[in-house]
């Protein structure tokens, strides 16, 4: 939830991506699923594997964050090569983001 709670996200046509610096070397992907979006269990398991399938491939260029993933409506596999294109894009412009704004709240 902390990461919610930092405010550094971005929204794209399914997906949403929030992320937070971590200070650690390895970055870390959570995954929510709202059953209210999704009602199927068979496509919110769909969307899990494609964002951690996604993540896997991506995850040693996005080091020091956390990411949370959040698809806001259901993919199907006719549509998943836009959907990875998307995640992959979101997961860069939430590094992008949540540096800039991490960079601005230094302490003195």
Known sequence: MVVFAFKCGVTGERFQVYAR???ASA???GIVVNKRNIPRAVDRNYCKRLAREVFRVECDA?????LVVRP???VTPSLSKTARAEIHDLLYRA???CRSRSETKQPR
């Open 95 to 97: 590094q992008r983001q």
């Open 21 to 23: 610096p971590n200070g």
């Open 27 to 29: 970055a870390r992907l």
């Open 72 to 74: 806001r409506s259901a």
């Open 62 to 66: 996005l080091t020091g964050l956390d």
